[in-house]
């Protein structure tokens, strides 16, 4: 049983903006394709009547999040009929004590990628360009398409940033308004040197903001660039309750910022654009940091056991500081590629990441889960390609 009639194909939505006589803003709408996320587990059950899944495909926190949490969310749950705070009080407080920064260069999300597409909003024009590296996380280009502007993908150098590239992209595009930079990378797991990161940004004119997306920032305390806000006021750095705190489910992220950019963001973001469960929910998520402390250990215990096997199997891999890896399938089975693998694993429960959009179509980013989530995976890996 499958979700195809659920969904128009392709062609036959290509065919119907056709007809459509309401042009939309700017023709790079047309070239979007809507974010591809990972399978739900919901639908893998509905699709293959498969009800033991292990999801390992959007980068979640397996050991959930802090147990903080539920009593934080459960008190609230009287107060849903009211708006929450707009202003984000409270939480905004605690972040300006954990990051020791100003309150008032905080500005708050409905997940990161909020906050990326204020920034994009904020700041970018249908003259501008927006400049981000081959393999860096999709929704730069896609925010670039969303804004009418010209998209720059500067080559990747060993599948990461090439920051030297960047930079001569900028001196090429004089109408770079944003450089978008992860760190770590999403999907490569690659992470930039401070030192190079430094070199980087001092050398741009002021009038181009560094967007440094720190999604992963709690996996890898050395992707912590917070000390850069203190010398460049034309650095923003973006995090996210999503990934390490296991709060995904709540889309709650924060940007860092000088306070007149965060005043801009605070503008053109959209009034209570963070739940009232979600504030209290990361308010009490950030206020645990052992249990941050436990996921980055466990996350890196388990990395290491994961690249032990993938050694095993004979698969290549790039070295990840973050709660994933990519994998490279290149098995010399026949018709063995990595859109089969990844078909094989999802009707034996198991679902990862094709990275065939990224033009990675021989690799498959693997989330790293719990122990058992990960001998389920290599056990089920191991058999598809040995064919036992
Ligand atoms: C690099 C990077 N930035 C931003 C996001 C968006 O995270 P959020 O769930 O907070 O919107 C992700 C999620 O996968 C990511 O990998």
């Known amino acids: 049983m499958q979700s195809i009639e659920l969904s128009q194909t392709a062609a036959q939505k290509t065919k119907d903006q056709a007809k459509l006589k309401v042009a939309p803003a700017y023709d790079s709408i047309l070239e979007l394709a809507p974010y591809q996320t990972g399978k739900p587990v919901e639908e893998l059950t509905r699709e293959y009547g ?35 705070d707009g202003k984000g009080y409270y939480l905004k407080q605690a972040l300006s004590d954990f990051n020791n920064i100003d309150i008032e260069c905080i500005t708050l999300g409905n997940g990161a990628n ?23 996380f999709v929704v730069y280009s896609m925010l670039a398409k969303m804004q009418g502007a010209t998209g720059i993908e500067v080559p990747a150098q060993r599948f990461g940033h090439d920051l030297i590239a960047m930079r001569q992209a900028v001196d090429d595009n004089p109408n770079t308004k944003i450089v978008f930079i992860a760190n770590p990378n999403n999907p490569t797991g690659t992470q930039l040197e401070r030192e190079e990161l430094h070199k980087f940004v ?7 903001l560094v967007v440094l997306d720190e999604a992963y920032v709690e996996y890898s305390p050395e992707s912590n660039n917070r000390a850069l806000l203190d010398e460049f006021d034309n ?117 990862v990441r ?33 064919d036992d």
């Open 50 to 84: 498969i009800s033991d899944v292990v999801k390992l495909a959007s980068n979640e926190n397996p050991i959930g999040c802090s147990p903080q949490v539920t009593l934080a969310i459960t008190e609230q749950l009287g107060q849903l009929a009211r708006y929450p």
């Open 114 to 136: 909020d906050l990326l597409d204020i920034l994009a909003r904020s700041f970018v024009g249908s003259e501008d360009a927006i400049v981000y590296s081959q393999y860096a």
């Open 202 to 208: 001092a050398s741009l004119p002021s009038s181009v």
């Open 235 to 351: 650095v923003v750095i973006v995090r996210t309750f999503s990934k390490a705190y296991g709060l995904a489910g709540l889309r709650i992220g924060y940007a860092l910022s000088s306070a007149p950019i965060a005043d801009l963001l605070n503008r053109i973001r959209q009034p209570f654009n963070v739940s009232r469960i979600g504030l209290a929910a990361a308010n009490a998520a950030l206020a645990d940091q052992d249990f941050i402390e436990k996921v980055r250990d466990t996350n890196q215990e388990q990395r290491r056991w994961l690249e032990k096997q993938f050694d095993a199997l004979g698969l290549g891999f790039i070295k990840s500081h973050a709660n994933f890896i990519m994998v490279e399938i290149e098995v010399e089975m026949e018709d063995t590629t990595a859109a089969v693998i990844h078909q094989a694993l999802l009707e034996q429960g198991v679902i």
């Open 354 to 386: 094709p990275l065939a959009g990224y033009g990675l179509s021989n690799w498959l980013r693997i989330t790293v889960g719990v122990a058992e989530d990960n001998m389920r995976l290599i056990d089920t890996l191991r058999s598809i390609l040995t």
